[in-house]
């Protein structure tokens, strides 16, 4: 089934399936799926939520609670079939021969043993050591993982880490014991990008020194292309298309494949229409469809969708596989079966001369006091938003990007007077905003949050949620009417009107989304603020969100302001976009512009960060991976903020913040050394 | 950890102040009279002037602010009055009945503790056995079986067994311990079943909550033996809400012994807050309270120690 030489095979999966027994009924989360791991090889299982690549990683270590039932042909390791042997033979393996590394480095490590304790405990227990020895090999583990002073920090608590700290720790605990196989699940999904970097360069880099296999699950598909050897695609607990990297991603063949492919962003091309994406949900496991289970989400299926796919070889290549009827169809007319109109962005010419919103030296400021010695507190200010000025025009979409704790989120609140700014003067519709004014411009300024499972209250129905704002601003006094407006809302933003009666638990993800953004329309609003809408959707169904906010705003003439930390969506999605690093303005531009010709080396490094989706692009760019971590915002660096990581710094750097300064057309960064980078 | 435990310690001053002001003033909104109750105890007529006499002898026609003077002034010596009724030390009359109380307390909690962590752990490892139901059923019942009808149980329970109770007496433990211990495992064991149910179900759901937490995982993961998964890495964060019940408990038996004390005929100071209330007397219901409040306020700042010590996240929090 595949072509790696069977001496070399590290592991072998043969028809592995695991189902949990719940009281409503069974859900097969793994159905029959087959793959191998070479020696040494990086694998990549790639899937949305749900899909039963988590569940697949588990099953393999027998991580699974009780009530799963695994069961397989065999699955062997290094030529032992591991589904056969008894526990404790299973535990001697765990750790020692296969290790894991999770998803939440926060929440992964135990939060009352040191550090030390918890690198040693695999090899006191396998491989038998002193502690002394133990002790040794940890400080050797550390150092290798990239933690300075590792004889210091192996006596700390995992509190004193940072999120990317911890994780190196978990991959030190993983490679203690010399495994032959690491399985990562979404190591880094909850890491910010320039820390995702680093990490998956170190997981790279050890792998391929100690010839570990890696085993990597990941939603990120730029990932996959920067990294894995082979992918497993898995849709709705099966693998439809399986083999070479490089291939799947030259030639896709499954249309599942093709169209996850399709509907992310890409940072690497111009700013283009819509995003193709793939209609409806993936279906519940508890009654998944008959046959191929993507028949109802596909654009080509046919009659002959209704029998079961098997994976077959695809173009003459031993080393690809493809479960469809119409892989044919589907590798040859790839870049049409999904329908995007070409319709672009709003083009509608900008308004230069009234500006929508007017944002001019904001400052958010707070104060924060911790304990510094006996009885004595010591106070701190922390400038969350430091002096940040910009301009969002009728109809426009300004981004605002960079990682946690730039302040991004900080600015959206003052805006809205969620927070009160310290500092700075904002312009709505000439309205000078304050906290008395606010309420006049209420209506006309919605947002949409991040989180659409907290941000509707789930004791309310659909309707009621939607119908509260147009009553207390008393848009639509009659309730005839207003029941009208609840469907026409509905309706606008690809909802059902029948829905109103439904509570948000009975709503997914995208849909709870679609609700927030009806809720915002429901104002008639001039301007949305947009905190991190799609953050937590799946790919397929981020596509559909951003193309919905991106029709809304051509036929409305709304305004956007964006924000996000994804580059790819960012650079999709905006018309201008602001960088921000630790409360400051780094570099500021249209779109286009800034992304094909980034000046700062914040902008630069942030984008060698993001993976692209391409194998060929992915694997040939230079990148300046960035060092260390973002600056404790109580104490930053003097000078250039971003002087403490920067690549290019100088002494210069130190004496004071540059201010931004024109670097092009509508193109401003705040750098002293932009002409120097420029002809680097 | 030594300056956590210093803040700490010096934190539970202004609380102690705050509940003496407190307790002097509401236990004197109260209606009542000890003085007639006094002088009327053994029947007959007493005139007004005798009630002032004795009144003025015992300080109570003062103002209101010179009493709460005098009775702030000897707190910090230790001085917490007389009996209005006894007329002796309050603090001696305390401290003649305290010991039997603590220990009281303290077997209790034993006894609590060694039978909630086997139940508890087992529960939860067992979840949803035939033996976590019968654990779950027992711990159900301590919550709800009142401890002086269990106590009423246990008395009638030993005259039909053993055919007799153990000694009036109550004998010192330094004493004979034999003795003494065979008076006070009755009355333990009627507080400790209620005792140690709610430790055990706090035990059950911390130990099950915390299996299922990340760090369980990864423990798994390094192919750590299953019981040291369960002990060291589960057991201790498990016992952090448990030790917060325990303490609370515990502050809760020194007032709450009131009625088993009565039950099992102990000398101890639960008995001597119903005659205090009873009689109306003042200065020793508030060194009762005093002591009490102080008790709980000690036990919190255990709780507090021990909580640090077990999670080094409180005990680094700057």
């Known amino acids: 089934m595949s072509n790696i030489d069977d001496k070399d095979v590290l592991l072998d999966v043969k028809n592995l399936n695991v189902e949990f027994k719940l009281k409503n009924g069974t859900v097969r989360a793994v159905d029959n799926i087959s793959f ?73 490590l135990n939060p009352v043993l040191t550090i030390g304790d918890q690198l040693t405990e695999p090899l006191l227990t396998h491989l038998e050591m002193s502690e002394k020895e133990a002790n040794a090999r940890a400080i050797e583990l550390l150092g290798m993982v990239g933690i300075p002073e590792p004889e210091k920090r192996l006596t700390q608590y995992p509190h004193q880490f940072s999120g990317g700290m911890r994780q190196r720790v978990m991959i030190a605990i993983g490679l203690a014991c010399e495994p032959d196989l690491i399985i990562a699940d979404e190591p880094t999904t909850a890491l910010d990008v320039t820390i995702q970097a680093q990490i998956l360069e170190l997981l790279k880099d050890i792998s391929s020194r100690l010839g570990v296999a890696v085993i990597m699950i990941t939603h990120n598909l730029g990932v996959v292309a920067a990294y894995a050897d082979r992918v497993n695609v898995m849709y ?102 999904y329908l995007a109109e070409t319709s672009t962005h709003s083009s509608a010419e900008i308004d230069k001369d009234n500006p929508l919103l007017v944002v001019d030296g904001l400052e958010q400021y707070f104060s924060v006091s911790f304990r510094s010695g006996w009885l004595s507190n010591t106070s701190g200010t922390v400038k969350a938003v430091d002096g940040v000025s910009f301009e969002v025009y009728p109809g426009q979409t300004v981004g605002l990007v960079g990682e946690s704790g730039c302040g991004k989120t900080s600015v959206g609140r003052a805006i809205l007077h969620l927070n009160q700014a310290t500092g700075g003067k904002m312009q709505f519709n000439d309205v000078d905003l304050n906290s008395n004014s606010v309420a006049l411009v209420r209506q006309d300024m919605q947002v949409i949050f991040q989180d659409p499972f907290s941000s509707l209250n789930p004791r309310m129905t659909i309707g009621q949620i939607l119908e509260e704002p147009l009553k207390v601003h008393n848009i639509v006094t009659d309730s005839q009417e207003r029941e009208e407006k609840i469907s026409d809302l509905l309706l606008k933003v690809g909802l059902y009107p029948y829905m109103r009666e439904r509570y948000p638990h009975e709503l997914s993800g995208g849909q709870r989304q679609r609700v927030g953004i009806a809720r915002a329309l429901s104002m008639e609003p001039k301007l949305i603020i947009c905190d991190e809408p799609v953050s937590a959707l799946d790919v397929s169904v981020q596509a559909q969100i951003i193309n919905l906010l ?131 | 950890m030594l300056s956590y435990a210093i803040r700490r310690i010096l934190l539970t001053i202004p609380t102690l102040i705050a509940v003496a002001v407190l307790v002097f003033f509401v236990l004197r909104v109260v209606p009542g009279d000890i003085v007639e109750i006094k002088l009327t105890a053994e029947g007959g007529m007493v005139s007004e002037e005798e009630i002032m006499r004795e009144k003025e002898r015992l300080g109570l026609n003062d103002p209101i602010m010179v009493q709460f003077y005098k009775y702030m002034i000897g707190l910090p010596q230790g001085d917490l009055g007389i009996s209005l009724w006894t007329e002796n030390n309050v603090s001696a009359e305390i401290a003649a009945r305290i010991g039997l109380s603590f220990e009281l307390a303290v077997l209790s909690t034993v006894l609590a503790v060694l039978i909630a962590f086997p139940l508890g752990t087992l529960s939860a490892l067992f979840r949803g056995s035939i033996l976590d139901y019968v654990i779950r059923l027992l711990t159900i019942g301590g919550i709800a079986v009142p401890s002086f009808w269990l106590g009423m149980l246990i008395i009638m329970m030993l005259l039909a067994t053993v055919g007799q109770l153990p000694p009036l007496g109550t004998v010192g433990l330094f004493e004979d311990p034999l003795t003494n211990l065979y008076q006070l495992i009755w009355p333990a064991l009627s507080v400790g079943y209620r005792y140690s149910s709610v430790t055990a179900r706090m035990l059950r759901s911390s130990i099950l909550e915390v299996l299922s937490e990340d760090y369980i995982r990864t423990a798994r993961a390094k192919g750590v033996f299953e019981r040291i998964v369960i002990i060291k890495h589960g057991m201790r964060n498990a016992l952090l809400p448990t030790v917060t019940v325990i303490g609370l408990e515990f502050a809760f038996l020194l007032g709450g012994l009131v009625v088993t004390e009565s039950v099992f005929n102990l000398n101890g100071i639960g008995k001597l807050f119903v005659d205090s209330v009873v009689r109306n007397d003042l200065n020793l219901l508030q060194g009762l309270v005093l002591t009490v409040a102080t008790g709980f306020v000690i036990i919190n700042l255990l709780v507090d120690l021990l909580y640090a010590a077990l999670d080094p996240r409180i005990r680094y929090q700057k």
């Open chain 1, 36 to 108: 191998q791991v070479g020696k040494g090889e990086f694998l990549a299982i790639v899937g949305e939520s749900g899909c039963g690549k988590s569940v697949t990683a588990l099953s393999l270590m027998r991580l699974l609670p009780r009530i799963a039932d695994i069961s397989a042909d065999h699955i062997k390791f290094d030529g032992v079939d591991i589904s056969k042997v008894p526990e404790s033979e299973m535990r001697k393996l765990r750790g020692r021969r296969i290790s894991m590394i999770f998803q939440e480095p926060m929440t992964s």
């Open chain 1, 236 to 337: 709705a607990a099966r693998i439809v298309e399986q083999g070479d990297a490089n291939q799947i991603f030259e030639k896709p063949s499954h249309p599942y494949t093709i169209g996850l492919l399709r509907s992310v962003p890409r940072m690497d091309k111009p700013r283009g229409g819509r995003l193709a994406t793939i209609d409806g949900l993936p279906p519940n496991l508890m009654s998944p469809p008959v046959g191929c289970r993507f028949k109802p989400r596909c654009p080509l299926a046919g009659d002959a969708c209704d029998n079961v796919p098997v994976l077959e070889t695809q173009h003459g290549k031993e080393d690809h596989l493809a479960a469809c009827f119409f892989t044919d169809k589907a590798s040859k007319d790839g870049s049409t079966i």
């Open chain 1, 550 to 680: 991106e029709d809304l705003q051509r036929e409305l003439g709304i305004a956007y302001l964006f924000i996000a930390h994804d580059l790819a969506v960012v650079k999709h999605i905006s018309h201008k976009v602001i960088v921000m690093y630790l409360g400051k303005i780094m570099e500021f531009g249209e779109g286009d512009d800034l992304y094909s010709n980034p000046r700062h080396p914040y902008t630069r490094a942030l984008m060698d960060a993001a993976p692209i989706p391409d194998p060929q692009i992915e694997r040939n760019r230079e990148k300046i991976v960035l060092k260390g971590e973002l600056p404790s915002p109580l104490n930053p660096p003097k000078g250039c903020v971003f002087s403490s990581r920067c690549n290019f710094v100088t002494d210069a750097c130190r004496a004071e913040m540059p201010q931004l300064q024109e670097c092009g057309n509508e193109h401003q960064a705040a750098c002293i050394k932009l002409d120097e980078l420029e002809n680097a």
